[in-house]
């Protein structure tokens, strides 16, 4: 095989080797690098990822070359764009915005040995394997890039320094062309990734700094060893990143060596206080494999007390931490995104998975920031006292299960996002309550009545009550909210003007439906009187002629109508129709409306007007059926509005009462069977308060309006 014509061997295991050598003694193994690069995966979320396993390949070569120092190494990244972007050399947005067409990455270290070229040519190299690599970095390179161009220089046994040039492409995959001519003065390698396919470029990072800031973090663990990390440099025609100058921004000199054992695997975890004077990091672990990042996980709410930003006796700081270990080397995938260990083990006692390698990780992590910890969890245990006692007493019920549970809050966040947690963390409970249920109820008919299951029925009882309190929180404090609102909606705005009053009716009952329609927790007309919650059928502002339960030609719209039948459940068997129990007629009107002098204006006589349409008509249920006794039937007329002077005037011609308050005029209409009520909204407010005062009072909401 000449060296224009290298191949890619294929690796196997030594059983499976074995086995094809005996049947195909002569037969070579090889492998089609197109074919090879078809099963590859490289998620276009990690667009930049060959960028960064050619700089790691340049720190490793470092190492080698400066095992002791690495502060002689030197690695320059230069982002390559099309050449008229020198024209915007000064000009970073227009910079930002032409497309990458490649990189060149350039360091001075061993360079490209024969061990390192014999390396490159095999595929699924075991050279680097002490080091967690698994030879697939260059395979990447082709996924994003059309091909690349290598040379470099190294000391060969004499000391002699030696040059060599490699193209490397799908069509042709290693070609080693001519000599350089004497490039090099020192040992050292550039790599030019080429042709940046299109998929990967509009996937990646566009900026010069955002592309540094993610090598950063990539490379995090080099700059955080002894030792430390090779001067890096990303280098763009608008400027250049340094990403020493990057670390150094962040005091990570306040860290924690660790390391646990499962089984037989030992794992090592490195911890870190970032003490950054820039942007603020998530708490990340790190999972590592090869010495170079895998992926990050946001360990955020993982431990109690652990949302952002920590703080202790000596300044804020961000957390971060690296998991390592021999384990993790062996596991990890061939494109280094994840690694080959199951989330859950497949069977209840197994070891060796994500999660309880996270769990061991984590329990590290609370003995180093056990004092930071305490502190935010003190502070989210009063915020959520504060948050339940005064804005969703709802949640109370569940502050004792989340201590339980080790559960806290961030006490930084808003209450929209508070809000939205704890209404997870309240269906989640429900959920748990019913699925006991469930089990318990159906235990009832397979097990002896013992204390096991009295006490098992005992625990689910106590969480069904705590659930009802929760529910009954959340009932209560909407009253309170309503209340609240239809206070502000009657004053008076800063031009100087009223609400209209359909704001007043949209509050208290949507406009323009019907009781089919309606959803339990849409109407408050509670706040008029509680028994509005039963009724056979209601409407809001539909007209008379489209109303199903009278055959009224009338379009008149009433704000409110109900009615209530009765049904003698004795003459069933006789298909007895039902009576008509009731009906309610109710007017809003505009606050401060003082118009009251005509009949067409007059809300008392308007009410009485609809009332009496439905009288004259032929009566139905809601379903169809005819209603009996529909002159008879008792009636409730109620006027909501401001007792200006024409509004008083004509309830004192209509014979109603002032009541004590001031607040309010009743009285009965002979001629016309029905009680009526005209009521001022601030004495609908006051009526609704005194109502519903001790159930604020329990929950510990104020129990005036807007207090």
């Known amino acids: 095989m000449t060296n224009n014509e290298t191949s890619f061997l294929v690796s196997y295991d030594n059983v499976e080797r074995d086995?094809?050598?005996?049947?195909?003694?002569?037969?070579?193994?090889?492998?089609?690098?197109?074919?090879?690069?078809?099963?590859?995966?490289?998620?276009?979320?990690?667009?930049?990822?060959?960028?960064?396993?050619?700089?790691?390949?340049?720190?490793?070569?470092?190492?080698?070359?400066?095992?002791?120092?690495?502060?002689?190494?030197?690695?320059?990244?230069?982002?390559?764009?099309?050449?008229?972007?020198?024209?915007?050399?000064?000009?970073?947005?227009?910079?930002?915005?032409?497309?990458?067409?490649?990189?060149?990455?350039?360091?001075n270290g061993i360079g490209f040995t024969p061990e390192n070229q014999l390396s490159f040519e095999t595929l699924d190299s075991d050279y680097k394997v002490s080091k967690g690599c698994r030879g697939m970095g260059r395979l990447l390179w082709?996924?994003?890039?059309?091909?690349?161009?290598?040379?470099?220089?190294?000391?060969?046994?004499?000391?002699?320094?030696?040059?060599?040039?490699?193209?490397?492409?799908?069509?042709?995959?290693?070609?080693?062309?001519?000599?350089?001519?004497?490039?090099?003065?020192?040992?050292?390698?550039?790599?030019?990734?080429?042709?940046?396919?299109?998929?990967?470029?509009?996937?990646?990072?566009?900026?010069?700094?955002?592309?540094?800031?993610?090598?950063?973090?990539?490379?995090?663990?080099?700059?955080?060893?002894?030792?430390?990390?090779?001067?890096?440099?990303?280098?763009?025609?608008?400027?250049?990143?340094?990403?020493?100058?990057?670390f150094n921004d962040s005091d990570a000199s306040d860290y924690a060596c660790d390391s646990f054992k499962i089984e037989s695997e030992t794992f090592d975890f490195v911890q870190y206080k970032l003490r950054s004077t820039h942007a603020k990091r998530k708490p990340t672990l790190y999972w590592c494999a090869g010495d170079r990042t895998v992926f990050e996980e946001n360990l955020t709410g993982k431990l109690p007390g652990l949302f952002g930003e920590l703080e202790d006796e000596e300044s804020k700081f961000s957390y971060i931490c690296f998991l390592s270990s021999d384990y993790l080397n062996r596991n990890v995938r061939s494109d280094r995104t994840a690694f080959d260990i199951q989330d859950d083990g497949l069977f209840e006692n197994d070891p060796l998975t994500m999660t309880t390698i996270r769990e061991q990780a984590l329990t590290c992590s609370e003995r180093f920031l056990r004092k930071s910890l305490e502190k935010i969890k003190k502070s989210g245990e009063e915020r959520l006292e504060n948050f339940t006692a005064h804005k969703e007493p709802r949640y109370r019920p569940l502050i004792k299960r989340m201590k339980q549970d080790g559960i806290t809050v961030d006490p930084t966040v808003s209450d929209r996002e508070l809000d939205l947690e704890m209404h997870k963390l309240l269906l989640a409970e429900q959920l748990k309550v019913y699925e006991k249920g469930q089990q318990i109820f159906a235990d009832v008919h397979n097990q002896e009545l013992d204390e096991a299951f009295e006490s098992r029925l005992k625990n689910y009882l106590e969480d069904v009550s705590d659930l009802n309190k929760s529910d009954l929180a959340a009932y209560v404090s909407r009253r309170k909210v309503i209340l609240d609102l239809l206070s502000k909606a009657i004053e008076r705005n800063d031009d100087g003007k009223y609400c209209k009053e359909s704001v007043v009716h949209q509050l208290l009952m949507p406009m323009q439906i019907n009781s089919d329609d309606l959803e339990s927790d849409q109407s408050n007309l509670w706040v008029i009187d509680e028994r509005l919650a039963f009724h056979d059928y209601l409407a809001s502002d539909i007209p008379l002629d489209k109303m199903p339960i009278t055959d009224s030609q009338?379009?008149?719209?009433?704000?409110?109508?109900?009615?209530?039948?009765?049904?003698?459940?004795?003459?069933?068997?006789?298909?007895?129709?039902?009576?008509?129990?009731?009906?309610?007629?109710?007017?809003?009107?505009?606050?401060?409306?003082?118009?009251?002098?005509?009949?067409?204006?007059?809300?008392?006589?308007?009410?009485?007007?609809?009332?009496?349409?439905?009288?004259?008509?032929?009566?139905?249920?809601?379903?169809?059926?005819?209603?009996?006794?529909?002159?008879?039937?008792?009636?409730?007329?109620?006027?909501?509005?401001?007792?200006?002077?024409?509004?008083?005037?004509?309830?004192?011609?209509?014979?109603?009462?002032?009541?004590?308050?001031?607040?309010?005029?009743?009285?009965?209409?002979?001629?016309?069977?029905?009680?009526?009520?005209?009521?001022?909204?601030?004495?609908?407010?006051?009526?609704?308060?005194?109502?519903?005062?001790?159930?604020f009072e329990k929950l510990g909401l104020p129990t005036t309006v807007n207090s």
């Open 554 to 695: 009338s379009v008149d719209r009433p704000d409110i109508l109900a009615t209530q039948t009765l049904s003698n459940p004795t003459l069933t068997a006789d298909r007895a129709t039902p009576s008509l129990a009731s009906v309610t007629v109710i007017e809003f009107k505009r606050p401060m409306r003082n118009d009251a002098t005509t009949e067409d204006k007059n809300p008392i006589a308007q009410v009485l007007g609809y009332l009496k349409k439905i009288r004259d008509g032929s009566a139905r249920t809601a379903k169809g059926r005819p209603i009996t006794a529909v002159k008879d039937a008792p009636a409730q007329c109620y006027v909501i509005a401001d007792l200006t002077p024409t509004l008083k005037d004509q309830c004192e011609m209509s014979g109603l009462k002032l009541a004590q308050d001031h607040l309010s005029y009743f009285g009965y209409n002979e001629n016309y069977g029905t009680t009526i009520q005209v009521i001022s909204f601030d004495g609908l407010l006051k009526s609704a308060e005194e109502r519903n005062k001790a159930f």
């Open 142 to 246: 082709l996924k994003a890039f059309e091909e690349v161009h290598i040379e470099s220089a190294y000391v060969d046994d004499i000391q002699k320094l030696q040059e060599v040039s490699i193209d490397f492409s799908i069509t042709n995959e290693v070609e080693k062309t001519d000599s350089l001519n004497h490039t090099f003065h020192s040992p050292g390698t550039k790599v030019m990734l080429n042709d940046f396919k299109k998929e990967y470029r509009e996937a990646a990072l566009k900026t010069r700094s955002s592309i540094a800031q993610a090598l950063l973090e990539h490379c995090l663990w080099f700059f955080l060893r002894p030792g430390g990390a090779p001067k890096i440099t990303v280098r763009d025609i608008d400027g250049n990143s340094s990403l020493d100058d990057l």
């Open 19 to 107: 086995r094809i050598e005996e049947e195909m003694p002569d037969m070579p193994m090889t492998t089609s690098l197109k074919g090879r690069l078809t099963n590859t995966s490289l998620p276009k979320t990690h667009a930049l990822l060959p960028l960064f396993e050619a700089v790691v390949n340049s720190i490793q070569a470092i190492d080698e070359r400066f095992p002791t120092d690495q502060d002689h190494g030197e690695i320059d990244i230069y982002i390559n764009r099309p050449e008229q972007g020198a024209l915007f050399k000064n000009d970073a947005s227009d910079v930002s915005g032409l497309p990458i067409t490649g990189f060149v990455i350039r360091d």
